[in-house]
């Protein structure tokens, strides 16, 4: 499968950003599917996850409350959803793909797909 992230670009504290990552082929529905962010001079870190039909989430703490993923099989996109967001969200933010019907998982290493990712800013 092949993601494209898009979405990202520069926002207030305490505004909002919907980030959409498409994906190509016929078997999405196959794929549990988790977003990631990688701020400069730092890790890539978890940040929501969701599995196959969209029925299981599970978010980092950081985020929980303010971001929300979803997916649309139909569409074969998945979104994050983000809100009162805050200058410590601003990062690079990577879709991801694991061939698992399985519950959401925030183990980067799982991921065998990723997106090239989209830039978000939160100016304070």
């Known amino acids: 499968v092949q993601l494209q992230a898009s979405g990202g670009g520069l926002v207030q504290a305490g505004g909002s950003l919907r980030l959409s990552c498409a994906a190509s082929?016929?078997?999405?529905?196959?794929?549990?599917m988790g977003w990631f962010r990688q701020a400069p001079g730092k890790v890539r870190e978890f940040v929501a996850a969701?599995?196959?039909?969209?029925?299981?989430?599970y978010y980092a703490d950081s985020v929980k409350g303010r971001f929300t993923i979803s997916r649309d099989n139909a569409k074969n996109t998945l979104y994050l959803q983000m809100n009162s967001l805050k200058p410590e969200d601003t990062a690079v933010y990577f879709c991801?793909?694991?061939?698992?019907?399985?519950?959401?998982?925030?183990?980067?290493?799982?991921?065998?797909?990723w997106g090239q990712g989209t830039l978000v800013t939160v100016s304070s």
């Open positions: 991801a793909a694991d061939r698992n019907l399985g519950v959401p998982t925030s183990v980067l290493q799982n991921y065998d797909y």
């Open positions: 082929g016929r078997t999405f529905n196959m794929y549990r």
């Open positions: 969701i599995n196959w039909n969209g029925g299981n989430t």
